[in-house]
Nanobody, 120 residues
Framework: QVQLVESGGGMVQAGGSLRLSCAASGSTFGFNGMGWYRQAPGKQRELVATVSRGGSTDYADSVKDRFTISRDNAKNTVYLQMNSLKPEDTAVYYC??????????????WGQGTQVTVSS
């Protein structure tokens, strides 16, 4: 049973910083891609950043040069360092991990979400 524990959300003023963490457990063969998504009120969930098992990263254009995603494979944990936060970054942030299986198939698991609120 895969479990994801997210932490680090909160409220911050514009220009401030927050760091999100997501610790995954329950996969015999570990995890492939890990990432963060967000959903603002009235909007669809969107990709923020992803990191592969080997460390390759991808970012939404709106967060490039402000957010940094990283992971610790030994701890099965993914992080999102968010700097220079803007009010438009306000959303519920969700961690997503891809569980590896013995036959090479991967399947997604989502965290419960953590609220990030940026005031102007």
């Amino acid at each position: 049973q895969v479990q994801l524990v997210e932490s680090g959300g909160g409220m911050v003023q514009a220009g401030g910083s927050l760091r999100l963490s997501c610790a995954a457990s329950g996969s015999t063969f570990g995890f492939n891609g890990m990432g963060w998504y967000r959903q603002a009120p009235g909007k669809q969930r969107e990709l923020v950043a992803t990191v592969s098992r080997g460390g390759s990263t991808d970012y939404a254009d709106s967060v490039k040069d402000r957010f940094t995603i990283s992971r610790d494979n030994a701890k099965n944990t993914v992080y999102l360092q968010m700097n220079s936060l803007k009010p438009e970054d306000t959303a519920v942030y969700y961690c997503r991990v891809m569980r590896r299986t013995a036959v090479g198939i991967e399947d997604p698991f989502w965290g419960q979400g953590t609220q990030v609120t940026v005031s102007s």
